[in-house]
């Protein structure tokens, strides 16, 4: 079950008065700079496992950054057939 408050997540002070600056200047919740952040942080995971998935399936079909165009050229050239 999800805890309700910041005080049971264990943020350090240093934090915990920077998300109370942000969510003064925002005019906003500690909670609403929390989720945004955490949200921001997971969609950079995603997006980080994505680039990783991407660079080993180029490595396995040969791609490097030299031909990735010719690679996107051919891959739509087929998609069309």
Known sequence: MASQGSENLGIPPRLLAEMEGIAAARVCSINEVLVEAVD???KE???SSLKRYGLE???ERGIGE???LDAIRESR???RR
């Open 40 to 42: 921001l942080y997971i």
């Open 45 to 47: 995971q995603q997006w």
């Open 77 to 79: 050239q087929e998609h």
């Open 57 to 59: 399936k180029a490595r």
């Open 66 to 68: 030299g031909n990735v």
